[in-house]
């Protein structure tokens, strides 16, 4: 981006919204310290959790720094097996971030293909796509990621089985249950897109509906799925963690923060409060501040609110 391209941005509506928005500007701070955090977390984890050589069964339940027998090398504590807790929630969150955003891009890929496809055709493929979209509706998201989980286990032989595996699995499940979002919403704008004046002209003068769809129609409706996509980031994310907190998500080897959660929660009652609360209270700090920022994103682009 360009110094012009900075200066049109820092002039524009968009930027004024977000800086006189003392939500969205709080918001936004801190999803970048999670977020940044996350990526980070090789270079300032005071620890490595998953490095077995580094782990000391001696210092396993320690708890937070600021409480009796707690250490400070270990500000939050650790957990059963030694790890300590702050780490291993910065590298949980990379995790759930990673398969948050990969299924919410894969959706939108999917959804925006078919709700375009669906919106110009018409007729009996709008017909198919909107009929197999109604029959997703009728099932909870939580209920297909089970489905499509439990068949691929069942149907891939137990040599393939893996972490790789499992997270794919993962980022598919939960992109098949939320690719409807976007087709319906994209197709109702294709449907009025395709009838403008730009549109005709295109197809007068011998433009392939394909480029048409991807060079005119899909920048003017392609809005609303962005919206939509910052927002369905959280839901994601809560997706991923229920289901590894159910077991069935990522593999313990390489834990997200719905595993963390999952583990802390059977040490709960025996008074280990911080491996529930620490990771739990990442994940609504992550999924609040992403779903504020979505809120303010669609208000923002909303011209009956300007």
Known sequence: MGGAQVARFLDSDLWFSFRTSPVAV?????????IGGALFAPWIAPHRPYDL?????ADSMLPPAWMAEGQWRYLLGTDDQGRDV??????????????????????????????LLAGYAGGRIDALIM???????SFPAILIA????????????????????????????????????????????TMVEKNREY???????????????????????????LV?????????????????????????????????????????????WWLVIFPGAALVLLCMSVNLLGDWLRDALNPKLQ
């Open 199 to 225: 549109v005709q002209a295109a197809r007068v003068i011998g433009v392939s509906p394909t480029r048409i769809l991807v060079r005119h129609v899909l920048p003017n409706v392609v809005g609303p799925a």
């Open 26 to 34: 709080a918001a936004a701070f801190i999803a970048f310290v999670l």
């Open 131 to 137: 009929r197999v979209a109604d029959v997703q509706l």
């Open 228 to 272: 939509i996509a910052t927002i369905n980031v959280a839901t994601a994310i809560l997706t991923e963690a229920t289901l590894s907190f159910l077991g069935v998500g990522v593999p313990a080897t390489r834990p997200s923060l719905g595993t963390m959660i999952q583990n802390g929660q059977n040490f709960l009652y025996s008074g280990e």
């Open 86 to 115: 702050l780490s291993t929630i910065l590298y949980g969150s990379r995790i759930s971030l990673a398969v948050g955003l990969a299924s919410v891009l894969l959706a939108m890929v999917l959804g925006v293909g078919l709700g």
């Open 53 to 57: 050589a580094t782990l000391s069964l």
């Open 146 to 189: 089970l489905l499509i989980d439990g068949f691929v286990r069942a149907a891939m032989p137990p040599e393939v089985h893996g972490d790789g595996l499992a997270i794919l699995v993962l980022v598919g499940s939960i992109a098949a249950g939320n690719w409807v979002l976007y087709a319906r919403t994209i197709r109702g704008s």
